[in-house]
């Protein structure tokens, strides 16, 4: 079953079950808390926090996810892409979970020619937190899961919140086995890699204070559902192959690099964790540019960047030489994701000029900086170290325009790591130059020349986002 056909059977049934079909909102979130939209619930959580009314009581969507935090898994994994698609069904004062868990059992398992995604009930594990009896029993008694594949688990996994004071609750998940040659017996809770979270049903039903996910203060007046499921992760398993990478949309980037790069997949562990990275990255900045991300130093412009500079160093990896192939990837994603997402080929063209031009400063960074870093990686080298000096990496940086995440993982590819203390204090030193410096004009005594060099350095290479927005990566 193809990856959009996953996503129209998932809208229709909710669609047949009284749900308003809500298009997928922008990865460019609106929320200030966050940078980018890490989970389908994101769009609705005015109404989830009663600041507004929604307009129907029941919505489904296949909402566009980004999850930095989840980038250094990419390709390690089977199951984790830093652009996803969460399918998801909310009740804003509606049903709850007693309707909730029956409505996701019936899709899961029911026969593919009755519109369900005819998953084998045998394979499925389900999770519920500790405390939640109410919703292990409807698994148990309503649905009739056996009690040996229901799995109560803490709060660390079972419990959500937004991470402040608001609604939160209990969640259950929904596991499929794939098999003993994927890893250990013992349902989820024993192996997160042989049994695969495909979704989460969230039951908010309480109301939390700012003391943390233990401050209960009581029932919310309404509770709400809200449900994640990942596309990419249903297609893996409905395509009958080993990870999300090799599914149809990434699967087609994925084929295409290993062509441009004359390597082949299945071949070697580490360059089929290239090709899977690849294939992911490219895919996820054709969406942050198509909804308007354009590269830069901070937040969402750092994250697009970092993206398309790790996507270019596998590339450089996998083909041991520095051409461009950047262009015709996009194109490949552009295709694969342009049946659902008509924007893409209209924006094509912008979307292009982005992409090449930041492959292009990318390639002007490295040439002017690499054999800079490989005289500092010998120097260490010869001096019988395996650390790389905070000083190397600072003129790196200074010079070159390196951010330090490149200084850190061409370090680590060379079994160096990286003096980041020293490194971050001469970045400090920096800062706090230019801050004298910006100080001293004020009062009309400066000498531009000296410092300007050091103000520039500061003003464009200071990374300050990133990681502000990840507080909310429980989301779901
Ligand atoms: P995991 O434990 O596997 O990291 P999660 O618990 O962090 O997943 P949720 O926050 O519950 O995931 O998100 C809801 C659903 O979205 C998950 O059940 C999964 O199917 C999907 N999902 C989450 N993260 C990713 C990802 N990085 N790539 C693809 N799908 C994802
Ligand atoms: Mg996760
Ligand atoms: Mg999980
Ligand atoms: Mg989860």
Not at 244 to 259: K, V
Request: proline residues 4%; hydrophobic residues 35%; glycine residues 10%.
């Amino acid at each position: 079953m193809k990856t959009a056909e996953i996503a129209r059977r998932f809208l229709a049934f909710f669609e047949n079950n009284g749900h308003t079909v809500v298009p997928s909102a922008s990865l460019v979130a609106e929320d200030p808390t966050l940078l980018l939209v890490n989970a389908g619930m994101v769009p609705f959580k005015p109404y989830f926090l009663g600041e507004r009314t929604a307009p129907y009581d029941r919505a489904a969507t296949a909402q566009k996810c980004v999850r930095t935090v989840d980038i250094d898994e990419v390709g390690k994994t089977a199951r984790h892409a830093s652009f996803f698609q969460m399918l998801g069904n909310f009740s804003f004062g509606d049903y709850f979970k007693e309707r909730a868990i029956p409505l996701a059992w019936q899709l899961v398992t029911d026969p593919v020619e009755e519109g369900g995604f005819g998953f084998d009930p045998e394979k499925l594990w389900v999770t519920v937190y500790t405390e939640d009896g109410e919703a292990e029993a409807i698994w148990r008694d309503q649905v009739g899961v056996p009690p040996e594949r229901i799995q109560r688990r803490g709060m660390a996994d079972n419990f959500w919140s937004m991470g402040v004071a608001g609604p939160c609750g209990p969640d259950s998940e929904i596991y499929y086995d794939r098999g003993p040659e994927y890893g250990r017996e013992g349902g989820p809770d024993a192996d997160e890699d042989r049994y695969i979270e495909l979704w989460n049903l969230v039951f908010m039903q309480w109301e939390r204070g700012p003391k943390g996910d233990t401050d209960i203060l009581g029932d919310l007046p309404r509770k709400n559902i809200d449900t994640g499921m990942g596309l990419e992760r249903m297609a893996a398993i409905l395509q009958g192959v080993d990870n999300i990478y090799e599914t149809d949309t990434l699967g087609a980037i994925l084929h295409r690099a290993a062509e441009l790069t004359g390597t082949a997949y299945g071949d070697a562990e580490e360059t089929d964790v290239s090709l899977r990275v690849v294939a992911d990255h490219v895919r996820t900045a054709t969406m942050l540019v198509s909804d308007g991300v354009k590269p830069g130093n901070e937040k969402r412009g750092y994250v697009l960047r970092r993206i398309l500079r790790r996507t270019v160093r596998n590339l450089r990896l996998l083909s041991g030489d520095d051409s461009f192939y950047l262009h015709e990837l996009t194109r490949t994603a552009i295709n694969a994701m342009g049946e659902i997402y008509s924007e893409l080929e209209t924006n094509a063209e912008m979307i292009h000029s982005v992409i090449d031009a930041e492959e292009k400063n990318f390639a002007d960074t490295l040439r002017s900086g690499t054999s800079l870093f490989q005289r500092a990686a010998e120097r260490t080298r010869a001096a019988g170290s395996t650390v790389f000096s905070g000083a190397d990496a600072f003129q790196l940086h200074d010079t070159y325009g390196f951010p330090i995440d490149l200084t850190l993982e061409m370090a680590r590819e060379q079994g160096l790591s990286v003096d980041e203390d020293t490194f971050q204090s001469l970045m400090q030193r920096q800062r706090d130059a230019a801050k004298r410096d910006a100080e001293a004009k004020k009062l009309g005594n400066a000498d531009p020349g000296v410092y300007s060099k050091l103000l520039e350095g500061a003003g464009t290479t200071e990374f300050l986002g990133y990681t502000d927005h990840e507080s909310e990566s429980r989301v779901l």
